[in-house]
């Protein structure tokens, strides 16, 4: 019980700060308000996410690795189909054997 308060209590306060913070910064205050606040943001965050954005891979390679990791999938799932039948009859087994360990006792 006092722990799901707590957790109510914690959400209510971040999102409270949050909305503390957004009117603070001017970005619910009139458009030019806005404007600056918009302008101060991206000031903050665009150094910070600069090397996050070089490390965004081409579309070429998101492409070819789709591709690969499709095809490797698809195989997998296609190998373990067929080894299905001796899959199932080896765990088929070892019940057998358990039960008869179990009945046996």
Request: glycine share 10%; aromatic share 10%.
């Amino acid at each position: 019980m006092a722990l799901g308060f707590a957790k109510y209590a914690a959400t209510i306060s971040l999102a409270g700060g949050a909305i503390y913070w957004s009117v603070q910064q001017g970005i619910w205050g009139s458009t030019k308000e806005g404007s600056e606040a918009g302008k101060k943001l991206t000031k903050t965050i665009a150094p910070a996410t600069s090397e996050y954005v070089e490390k965004i891979p081409s579309v070429k390679d998101v492409k070819t690795f789709v591709r690969t990791n499709w095809n490797t999938g698809v195989k997998t799932l296609f190998t373990a189909a067929s080894q299905l039948p001796e899959v199932a009859g080896e765990y088929k087994e070892k019940a057998k054997a358990a039960l008869a360990d179990k009945s046996g006792n």
